[in-house]
């Protein structure tokens, strides 16, 4: 497995969101490898029922997946490529928390981000961190674009490998909401005590070039890739990725 | 010398959890979306907005200026006499002197100036008992754009003043449920007499903007926190105007507008340890749309036909409907996402009134005050008492007047038998 430093620096990383086993088992890592040598980390999400926070393209990946929960998970235990990290709902876990991050481990990812930890399930944050360290996993926090200043300071203090920021109301649909502003005030607050990536409604080299001058360390491609895939196969997802690689490196 | 404040206040920023995001719901199109559609631009900017301090633009300030803020905070020292009160003080920030009589206005001119900035032709909206519909018509008037409002039919039956002045402004003014929409018609079927709500009014100007949106934009009264925003202009205003720091702060609510505005400056400096470290925090609310005090905290619709995102918040429910009562205003199934966590976290109280109690303390706030209070404000004023009462010597209250009574003449003559 090829492992990326995610961290603080002038390099701004590619990341892939994949939701596993969409659209099949097999396509789904015949896609990791294809796209291995383009992206620095895997965003993999756990298939469910309730996709409660994400836009309409990564839900349809969801309810398409051809596994779900757990199974899921199995087939990424040796065939994940680069460094990924998993997305699940907390929603799905909260009951058997402590077998499902053991299960991350097992099958060798690097860190867990559960979108809907810091707003339904607020009182777990320090059981979540202390629950993935036990595990060698890296704990990862999403936070939003209306996030309180304080509790960000409080987040970074608890070391993730990552604070997650997203740009839009959710995954794939693009608000006219003025990003750059908030990247700003999340960057400030978090300095470069903590790599800060963010994601949502990504799809072009422009975006992509606004955002690395905003310093973030990471990008997530999710929805875009997946229009992408659903138009016209891997290939077209393939030259998205490079396009999108190509601006992040001039 | 208080003036406009340059900005506005965005409590997201400093709230002890974070916000839940909005959601789409399981089945049908993006809400969220659709969004794009319904609102102006910069509003639904300012709904996900991480900026504490957000700039007031300066022709929206000039509007402020014009139709007379800061408005002012006194102190009701008749009330405090007729109560036999020993040195506890009440002071009152009064919104009832705008020229839409309530403080609807703060936003309305915000919101009519971002929907023209976008090419919008045609503001769009719902109101009940007429304080937001007069509001956005004096706001389309003021930026010469057509307006269109949903009236909650039992309002628009028991409260032809306001009306009446909406169409003075130049306001075409529908009865909700209407047969304009499709939902109106639906629920029109079901019953002909249907008194309506603030959901469905709402649910039948979204989609009566939606058949245009190009040249229509929907202007939401509540809920929304970019309407919270804007509204902290009380809040900053009467910080800048109060004597002494209040241990009581009392505001109604009906989608908690009216009770951000007035108290989240004061609530961000409590959070931020800069001030207001002792004071109180309550919210009023009618027993006839009790979410705060009865309602679940869920995410639900904030419209009753559910085209709008689902948003967490204290509901009743979105098919709730509430009886009608004088207090139309306060006639909601939901409260803001933001004054939900409050209350959630204990950080803000709440209590329920009746209808017949808060028009009792109306009528003596008019007897010592000179001043005829919204039913709406009414509640306030009959948590005002009922604390003040209860308070020891030393103790400062104050609170929102968000709007006079002088068009609810129907509302005092039922309830206190005055012909």
Redesign the interface.
Known sequence: MVHVPINVSSCTKLILYLTATYPSTATFLNILETVSSIVDLFEIGVPTN?P??D??TV?MTHRAAELKGMEALDVLKGNVPRDFVIMAYMEDHVDKLELFLKKCAEVGARGVLMPDL???Y?EMVEKFVNECRKFGLEPCFF?????????VERLVELRPLFIYL?L???SG?R????IE??VK??RNIIGDRCPLIVGFAIKSPDDVKLLKRLRVDGIVIGSAFIKELSRCGIECGLKLLESLKRALVE | MVTVPSHWYNIAADLPIPLPPVRDPDTGPSRIELLTKILPSVLIDQEFSGERWIPIPDEVRRMYEKVGRPTPYRRAENLERALGLKDVHIYYKFEGVLPSGSHKLNTALAQAYYAKQDGAEEVVTETSAGQWGLATSIAAALFGMRCTIFMTRASYRSKPQRRILMQVLGATVHPSPSELTEIGRKLLEQDREHPGSLGIAISEAVEYVLKEPEKRRYLPGSVMEFVLIHQTVIGLEAIEQMPEQPDIVIACVGGGSNFGGFTYPMIGMKLREEGFEKTRFIAVESKAAPKLTSGRYMYDHPDTSGILPLIKMYTLGKDFVPPPIHAAGLRYHGAAPSLSILVKLGIVEAVAYEQEEVMKAAQLFARCEGIIPAPESAHAIKAVIDVARKSSPGTVIAFNLSGHGLLDTDAYSKVLGIQ
């Open positions: 309730n409660k926070y836009g309409p839900r810091l707003f339904d607020y936070i939003s674009s209306k996030f309180p200043y304080r509790e997203g839009q109301a959710c649909v608000l006219p909401i003025f502003r908030n005030i999340y």
